[in-house]
């Protein structure tokens, strides 16, 4: 299947759940410019000034951002377009922030799954502190190098879960990801709970993309969220029952989290993220 042919099946998928009734809050207006949205790329190369390589980085300025942004050259900027998209464009279904998450300056944030570093880059001046965690060495040390300037952004080099340990990581770029099946690289897990709660470090805002760890992520936060019910954007788009368990288990911690879905996947129809907040 060619990609143009695949990019097509994919959106009459959509459509097809979307017709059927599962739109997951996407109005038609959304899903017709979605439909016919191809080339994303010329729209995330519109927000970058100027892109240099350098020791083994490309080292990127944006238009609209006071500091630039290393991304390891090892892998495509294909790749980084595609981030761009989803961090920076607001129409996204995979934006992070909505009108009842929007942040604000006194707000202290896990970027769970920081990869390059972006969605902190570009909320770093919009609050108080924040916390980015990343496993994967590459970008771990890129985000240094992007953060290396800034007071209020700390690199955690951990993966979080349910519980502590050690356990193994799958290298797959952007996809990396935990397994427990002994192959991979070792790597120190934490919890949430352990790095913050323990720490009486109130959390106000949990953005994770963690490749299919996102409910073990929260499940491994459950003291933080009971405590400070911070907003919460979600990926749910890695396992077709993520968003009902995710919803399940915010509810079960404070009935008055409300729930909202985002997005539909072509796959099954869940949708692609998860905000929640409460009043």
Same mark, same amino acid.
């Given at each position: =299947?060619?990609?143009?042919?695949?990019?097509?099946?994919?959106?009459?998928?959509?459509?097809?759940?979307?017709?059927?009734?599962?739109?997951?809050?996407?109005?038609?207006? /959304?899903?017709?410019?979605?439909?016919?949205?191809?080339?994303? #790329? #010329?729209?995330?190369?519109?927000? $970058?000034?100027?892109?240099?390589?350098?020791?083994?980085? +490309? *080292?990127?300025?944006?238009?609209?951002?006071?500091?630039?942004?290393?991304?390891?050259?090892? +892998?495509?900027?294909?790749?980084?377009?595609?981030?761009?998209?989803?961090?920076?464009? /607001?129409?996204?279904?995979?934006?992070?922030?909505?009108?009842?998450?929007?942040? #604000?300056?006194?707000?202290?944030?896990?970027?769970?799954?920081?990869?390059?570093?972006?969605?902190?880059?570009?909320?770093?001046?919009?609050?108080?502190?924040?916390?980015?965690? /990343?496993?994967?060495?590459?970008?771990?040390?890129?985000?240094?190098?992007?953060?290396?300037?800034?007071? #209020?952004?700390?690199?955690?080099?951990?993966?979080?879960?349910?519980?502590?340990?050690?356990?193994?990581?799958?290298?797959?770029?952007?996809?990396? +990801?935990?397994?427990?099946?002994?192959?991979?690289?070792? $790597?120190?897990?934490?919890?949430?709970?352990?790095?913050?709660?323990?720490?009486?470090?109130?959390?106000?805002? $949990?953005?994770?993309?963690? /490749?299919?760890?996102?409910?073990?992520?929260?499940?491994?936060?459950?003291?933080?969220? *009971?405590?400070?019910?911070?907003?919460?954007?979600?990926?749910?788009?890695?396992?077709?029952?993520?968003?009902?368990?995710?919803?399940?288990?915010? *509810?079960?911690?404070?009935?008055?989290?409300?729930?909202?879905?985002?997005?539909?996947?072509?796959? +099954?129809?869940?949708?692609? =993220?998860?905000?929640?907040?409460?009043?």
């Amino acid at each position: =299947m060619t990609l143009i042919k695949r990019y097509f099946h994919n959106r009459n998928l959509i459509l097809k759940y979307w017709i059927s009734g599962t739109k997951n809050n996407v109005s038609l207006y /959304e899903l017709v410019r979605m439909y016919f949205t191809i080339n994303t #790329n #010329n729209w995330s190369k519109t927000r $970058i000034r100027e892109i240099n390589k350098i020791d083994g980085y +490309y *080292k990127i300025f944006f238009k609209d951002l006071p500091y630039p942004l290393f991304f390891p050259d090892v +892998y495509p900027l294909d790749w980084f377009y595609h981030i761009v998209y989803e961090v920076l464009n /607001e129409k996204n279904w995979h934006y992070y922030t909505i009108h009842e998450t929007k942040l #604000n300056s006194d707000d202290i944030i896990i970027d769970c799954g920081a990869a390059e570093g972006l969605f902190s880059l570009v909320n770093q001046n919009k609050c108080k502190k924040i916390y980015a965690i /990343e496993p994967v060495k590459l970008f771990v040390d890129a985000l240094y190098l992007t953060f290396n300037q800034t007071k #209020n952004v700390e690199i955690l080099p951990y993966a979080v879960s349910d519980s502590p340990g050690i356990n193994h990581l799958m290298e797959n770029h952007f996809g990396s +990801y935990i397994n427990s099946s002994g192959l991979g690289i070792p $790597i120190n897990v934490t919890t949430l709970d352990s790095l913050f709660y323990s720490s009486n470090i109130e959390i106000t805002f $949990i953005k994770a993309d963690l /490749e299919g760890y996102d409910l073990k992520a929260l499940l491994g936060a459950e003291s933080l969220i *009971k405590k400070n019910c911070p907003k919460i954007a979600i990926t749910t788009y890695h396992d077709q029952n993520h968003f009902k368990k995710i919803s399940h288990f915010l *509810k079960s911690i404070n009935p008055h989290y409300n729930i909202r879905a985002k997005g539909i996947r072509p796959s +099954y129809g869940h949708p692609v =993220m998860l905000h929640a907040w409460v009043d």
